[in-house]
């Protein structure tokens, strides 16, 4: 881009400040506050570094942009717009309107341009870890020598409140532990959050902080877009840390009346000191939505650089494919998300018993190989969860290629990261953890099914079958908690074979998270061996159907509870109860199937009973009674807590047969 | 205590260490790594700084010590033994067995002298925080010249994956903030967890991260107890930053083939290696549980000396109580944990419209001068979660008995510090965020209810009536998947009035935590104004009854969602449909009471309707039909969201009339 005059850059930024506050305005609702404030960072960063092609949001080489301050919604909607996405001047009108492409909070799924949720503070700048992460990863793993198929930034803009959550705390530490370098942020530094002033509670020296934790800092004014450009360009040098640029700025900037004060952070200026703030700003006072055009085009080059650099990647990837054939249809799969041909051929089945999570380490290791943008991790559990896969290498500076993550004990970024890595398309995600610690990463969890990626939680130790460890590590609300979660697939095999269908529903999905709740303890081999068309994938069918084929009683059994499920069933049998035991490893798959088959695994008016090693709430949907825990477990072996908690075949069958003299 | 010569020194550090080895031996299951690499630092604490009354766990003035890492928990009952605490070799021997006092990970609600739950990592450390600031505000408060009451540090020691959560980050930058000069930790340094050595995910300089965040750091050689001694003591004459004491430790210390490695982490040693082991460090290497009777009187002096400071205190108090009764009196009654009498007469009532927060906002206001140790505060969201006690001071190193406590953008720090304000005892606390951020505390939420602690959480802005902030702001499955946790009342009140009466049971609770589950929106009022005998307390209520006083319908609804449910049976009710509306403010609550109060409320066989705007999943258990939301929310006003998702009278009485049809 030529070089835009000071007036001319000075109007540019303006009209991005007068869009923002139109159309928080418009909606009587939103965050004026940062981008007033921010506006000079986001113009210097989106005119002189982002390289994007508002006609095709999703080129694949584009460097990517996080607004981890989402609240700042308007500032990213107003570029979108400026830069020539499909983002339209009636789309800023109907900031945070039923149906509009305007959300409060920037939605991935619903506008062209927006890379992530963001909203939840502290996500967007972690999961941006994960994004860098993946362009690290693809980038040593294919560019060759003068074919650089995969180059890109990762920028972004995070506030106060970013910095302060727990999660970018962690996150930030192993960015700079993996000394990403081309990770890029620009902090909205104005001192200011909701409440007041940062002196109420966040003095720490934040500059110290990072450089401890392995970062490259500047500060800069960050209404000064020369200072912030030349910033730019030393972080771009700094290639072995993560930058952050500290950019002093005032929140709420132009507005007489409320600049520099938390008045400005999250409600609209009013009528009155909107026109203020205009006049202030150099702005037709009277207009709404105003665009200069003149700004106009310095906005929209971004559209004739963008179609440029999108197509010289695509002349680069041509030479690519031609050169390297092999490597260049690898990736290009991998960026589609479809798994290649024959991923399951080779997948072992097991026979003999075995905890599933020890099942799920040996399918991950099968299809590893077959796989090679799928990238895992743990939560430092890697022999608890059976995570590694083994050979691959550790992700690090030194191995960017390393395809296992050491996440250390940061549950929290690394749910957000992984997330990231998904987001960043060409690599696959997974991640591990005990279950009960599924709480610590469970806003990262909640993004993902939100955001529609297809992130795979390993969640292991999923019940009080853990033992020993006590009721601080063993689950009993989270089962029921992650299916309350819209989008999320929670799958609770009952062996090795349904782990490993499991895994493979897991990595078909392509808009729908999963958690595999794994077992500690073994699990007696009970369902198919054909792994492509196991039945785990309706959620729930007929395992063990009633002798005579007419049940007149049903035992709905999850996980390690299936096999003690089938021993009551025979108790029962004996008794003359003709018993059917449904295994439903997913409510999520079962709920999507048609009526009909819900019905024929579950006959209405035959009196069923549900069991699981977790909370009974949510069962009565499906069984009248449920043999489940409601309490916080103990410290003990499996074995006895498992036989003083209810879950043998004899109290199955007990509180069955109850239910069935009640019914009869 | 008198100086203890060097060998005793040693043989009382090994006689720590061999309890603990043996513990995990005898358990075949625990965490020897810890325990043997930390046994000095804990001896140095507990011998040389503690004071504490064996005899007394529950000394309201003791000295607390906090096992952050509290997988090493052997080390905890080693020491609690060692010093003449209620705990046998006995319950030693019993480490991890089914009813025993010493479960795998600490729990204060078993073990005397147990201060808190720890396991889940970070969780120590940040709780800690919220003890130290307890204390502070108490000593600010009620101590006098010569007559200082209250006046005990905090202890503990802590873990690498500890200072990696985001947790602890978030409540060391808080402590800082707020320069709790009697918190000291020791870090047991040992640069290995479970995965491996910390330098595969940990790298930041964690002291300078530390110093950034405003803590007093040391470095010292985790084994040598003079300069641990020392270091402690130079920690306590800085009373103005809280102090982190960097052990360097050896993981596993003793252990011949395995210390300094992960193999020690979290696996028994094995007989042959605990043998070499206990030869190594000159313990008989064929006894198990050997307890030298020297070293035994050298901990034990701990009884003598708990006891005469426990006196002394006692001494003192009664002087207080002479020169000061009315304070005297207010903290006894505080420690107490009972509310004073007449709370609720001076506590407004709602005849008129108004968010639940608002009226929660105002109640607060209302009792707070009543109830002087009542601590609250918010993540930053003051305005919006109503939780500002007016006038009563912001809590700072300048103003310690600020009774307001700004969190900052940290809701789990928040968590965490609200249970160990309530742990200390003396205190209440309180603390709001957004409902959906819930998500960002759920392990303190947890713990809190696992420790038996009345932590009172204001979770506001409920559903998707917040409106235009959209998904990433609107819970859905929140209420759900708090009510799946034990021992948690979650509360979603339906007006103004119910929202005191749920102020006062959530006060009036000893060991069972709350959610107040707030409304952004004004509700209508529609309950009684008789605070103290309101019927919230039984959990759910028949709010209206049939016409006819013979429902054929049943009506459940939850907070802002009663108001359109009375609507709609107004309309059931003209076609002839006689219809009762039950107002079910907590499910946690109707559940405890008797089988018979519940069928009078919910008669079995009448067709039930459920409303709440959340996920449905849970509701089947009272009703046949739900009225919800299972999928995520949209941005837009409030108004139009609830008529686009059905949250309407017609709409209820849509989905009721044709289940009541389909029950006729």
Request: aromatic letters at 6%; proline letters at 5%.
């Amino acid at each position: 881009m030529s070089k835009v005059p000071k007036t001319l850059e000075t109007l540019c930024i303006n009209t991005i400040r007068g869009l923002s506050i139109d159309g928080v305005q418009a909606a009587n609702s939103g965050h004026p506050g940062l981008p007033l404030g921010a506006a000079a960072m986001a113009y210097t960063i989106w005119t002189k570094h982002l390289k994007h092609d508002p006609s095709d949001p999703k080129w694949f080489n584009r460097d990517r942009f996080i607004l981890s301050a989402g609240h700042g919604s308007m500032l990213l909607y107003s570029l979108l717009h400026l830069t020539g996405y499909d983002l339209t001047i009636e789309d800023l009108r109907n900031f945070r309107q039923w149906s509009s492409k305007t959300p409060g909070h920037p939605e991935n799924t619903i506008t062209p341009g927006v890379e992530m949720a963001t909203g939840p503070l502290g996500q967007g700048i972690s999961t941006a870890v994960g994004i860098a992460l993946a362009e690290r990863f693809l980038a040593a793993k294919y560019n060759k020598k003068d074919l650089s198929v995969v180059d890109h930034y990762t920028y972004g803009i995070c506030s106060d409140g970013d910095l302060m959550e727990g999660v970018s705390n962690e996150a930030c530490s192993l960015a700079g532990h993996l000394g990403l370098g081309k990770l890029i942020f620009l902090y909205d530094d104005n001192k200011i959050t909701i409440d007041g002033g940062t002196d109420r509670a966040f003095t720490e020296d934040v500059e110290a902080r990072l450089v401890a934790q392995g970062w490259h800092t500047q500060r800069v004014d960050g209404n000064d877009v020369d200072a912030i450009d030349a910033a730019i360009e030393v972080a771009k040098a700094e290639t072995a840390k993560p930058s952050l640029i500290f950019c002093r700025t005032t929140i709420g900037y132009g507005s007489p009346n409320k600049a520099g004060t938390s008045k400005v952070h999250g409600a609209p200026l009013g009528e009155e000191e909107l026109k203020l703030t205009k006049k202030n700003l150099g702005l037709p006072e009277n207009e709404s939505f105003y665009v200069n055009s003149e700004a106009e085009k310095v906005f929209r080059s971004a559209v004739k650089a963008g179609a440029d650099n999108n197509k010289a990647w695509n002349d680069l990837f041509a030479e690519y494919q031609k050169a390297y054939p092999e490597e260049a249809a690898e990736l290009t799969l991998a960026i589609s998300g479809e798994m290649p041909a024959g991923l399951w051929s080779g997948c072992p089945t097991f026979p003999e018993k075995i905890a599933s999570r020890s099942a799920s380490g040996k399918v991950l290791n099968a299809i590893a190989a077959k796989l090679p943008t799928l990238l895992g991790g743990t939560a430092d559990l890697a022999e608890s969860n059976m995570t590694d896969m083994h050979g691959l290498g550790l992700q690090s500076k030194d191995e960017p290629t390393g395809r296992n993550i050491a996440y250390g004990i940061r549950e929290h970024a690394m749910g957000a990261i992984m997330n990231g890595i998904n987001i960043h398309g060409g690599c696959r995600s997974f991640g591990g953890t005990f279950m009960v610690f599924s709480d610590y990463c469970r806003p990262a969890v909640r993004l993902a099914a939100l955001m529609h990626q297809p992130t795979v939680f390993v969640f292991t130790h999923d019940s009080i079958g853990l033992g020993e460890d006590g009721p601080t590590h063993q689950p009993i609300e989270h089962l029921v908690s992650m299916r309350a979660i819209p989008n999320l697939n929670v799958m609770r095999p009952a062996d090795g074979n349904e782990t490993a269908a499991c895994w493979k529903i897991a990595l078909d999905s392509k808009g729908t998270p999963s958690v595999l709740a794994l077992s500690r303890q073994a699990l007696a081999s009970l369902t198919s061996d054909d792994i492509e068309k196991h039945p785990a994938g309706k959620g729930a069918y007929i395992l063990s159907d009633a002798d005579s084929g007419a049940p007149r009683l049903v035992i709905i059994a999850t996980g390690s509870e299936v096999e003690p499920a089938l021993v009551a069933k025979k108790l029962l049998e004996q008794e003359g109860i003709a018993t059917r035991v449904v295994n439903m490893p997913s409510t999520f798959l079962f709920e999507s199937q048609s009526k009909g088959y819900q019905s024929h695994v579950l006959p209405r008016n035959v009196p069923t009973v549900s069991v699981e090693a977790g909370s009974t709430l949510g069962w009565a949907k499906y069984a009248g009674a449920s043999v489940g825990i409601d309490h916080f477990g103990a410290s003990a072996p499996a074995g006895t807590l498992m036989k003083e908690f209810g879950f043998t075949a004899e109290n199955i069958a007990k509180v069955a047969r109850r239910l069935f003299q009640e019914h009869e």
